[in-house]
């Protein structure tokens, strides 16, 4: 046998006769088989990684930076209420053209004076530049967690007028919605808010 070529081999062979002849084979190759790959088991999930403890400066600069975006988004203010211990302000400006207040009184003062204390200073708080836009002006008047008073501002009808008492302006648009009985009796006794106006409606 000779070999020739890669996968070639000739082999000689001699017949009974004395004939030689030559033939050729391929040469049997043994396939390799591929090689197996196992699927590797999939990795449990990593734990979060803790957030680093940060600094008293970059506390300080956080606190900067969220003072900073505040400033620049609208804030309304609700400081003229003077006499509230405690009040809440939802803006619904952009979702229904509303403002609701909700404005704790000191228990101690008189309900209709509370009430009246609140109905003057809501002509301040109606003429500021952060509710521009808003169409109702809920105020919802509390002490000790008891509603005493509720009326709504409509602002298409307010017309601030300085020569009048705060309180006219603010009776003439709004619309009373509730009221307690000493409250009302305070108004009369006082000849005073609501009483007077066609839009009063005592629930």
Known sequence: MYGFGKNFYFYHTCSNYGTCYMRAED???????????????????????????????????????????????????????????????????????????????????????????????????????????????GINIKQSEKKIAQFTVHMDKFVPNDDEPMYDAVIATSEMEFMTDEVKEFGETMEFFFLDYRLYRCT
């Not at 790959?37 to 990795?43: F, K, L, Q």
């Not at 109905?119 to 109702?136: H, L, M, P, R, S």
């Open 27 to 137: 040469e049997k190759i043994p396939k390799e088989e591929p090689e197996k790959v196992e699927a590797s088991e999939p990795e449990g999930k990593e734990e979060p990684t803790p957030e680093p403890e940060l600094t008293e400066e970059e506390r300080a600069e956080a606190a900067e930076k969220r003072a900073t975006e505040q400033e620049t988004t609208r804030k309304i203010d609700s400081t003229v209420f003077e006499y509230a211990t405690k009040i809440d302000v939802t803006d619904a400006i952009d979702l229904n053209d509303h403002v609701i207040l909700i404005l704790n009184m000191n228990e101690k003062t008189q309900p209709g004076m509370a009430t009246q204390h609140v109905v003057n200073q809501t002509y301040d708080f109606v003429q500021q530049a952060d509710i521009k836009g808003a169409k109702t002006i």
